[in-house]
């Protein structure tokens, strides 16, 4: 994707000469507020440090806010009170339906193995058709969401003969240890938490079933106004996109005390992780769409969405 990088390095270049009197002209920096979760190149991205520097050189500042999952995240964005963030397939299509004004900006490569439906070590169900009449917990409207669907379908069992219980992860793991559900579905480093701490056995991970995408959004409000600076945090991410793919050990090390999790345990997550930040593509938007359809017919979604009404386009 050179000629991205290319692309990128010259809307930054052509970005700072435009803007690098903004701070001395109105006597403070202009802000850009970012949303990440616990794990994922946002927090990468945070920990080095690296974007403040890029940022103050054209006069704007970063405010970093963290959220327990998507889902909060893009309501974050949709109120306005983050311009910048990142999520799995499913929260994105959820706010899309409920009005947000998110703009999709680019997307990681598919991540199957990084999602998983976990049972307990000794559990007696061996297939996801076991599931059939059983709990399951997961985050109602993240991207385990649809990976649950589609291996129920796969299976032959109907979305309606299982028992969603919809938890936040760690009260999930809480219901899950003491076995309030019968099955976890749980993405990385979570997944990776629970198989290493209490055994956990994965039924079926995405592998086959789901794509599980990372994406990353805009305000459409931001991105209009700001799509310079969209570009740059896009540029410092795929620098440490690429940092991160080429040691991952010294990624997990860096990563694990701000986590809270064994540095074995974070290697083994970001080994199951997608690495190549790129502009959404047409392709990618009729994946999205598919999983759009899917929760719409499940009378999941209030209406019908397209996709491609919320993907930023070529230019902007």
Known sequence: MRWLKRMIAVAVLSMSTALAGVGATYGQDKVVRIGFQKYGKLVLLKSKGTLEDKLKAVGYRVVWTEFPSGPPLLEALNVGAIDFGNTGEAPPIFAQAAGAPIQYVAYEPPAPKGEAI????????????????????????????????????????????????????????????????????????????????????????????????????????????????????????????????????????????????????VEVALKRQAYGIKPVTSSVIADQQQVADTFFALGLLPKQIRISDAARRPGT
């Open 118 to 265: 976990l049972v307990p070590k000794d559990s007696k169900l061996n297939s996801v058709a076991d599931l059939k009449g059983k709990k399951v917990a997961l985050n109602k409207g993240s991207n385990v969401h649809y990976l649950l669907v589609k291996a129920l379908e796969k299976a032959g069992v109907k979305y309606s003969e299982i028992a969603p219980v919809f938890l936040a992860p760690a009260d999930a793991r809480a219901a899950f240890e003491r076995g309030a559900v019968d099955a976890w579905v749980i993405w990385d480093p979570f997944q990776a938490a629970a198989e290493a701490a209490i055994g956990a056995r994965t039924l079926a991970d995405g592998t086959g079933i789901v794509s599980n995408y990372q994406f990353y959004f805009s305000s459409k409000k931001f991105l209009e106004s700001e799509s310079a600076i969209v570009d740059l945090v896009l540029a410092q991410l795929s620098e440490v996109d690429d940092w991160a793919k080429g040691d991952i050990h010294a990624v997990a090390e860096q990563l694990a005390p701000a986590i809270g999790l064994p540095v074995a345990v």
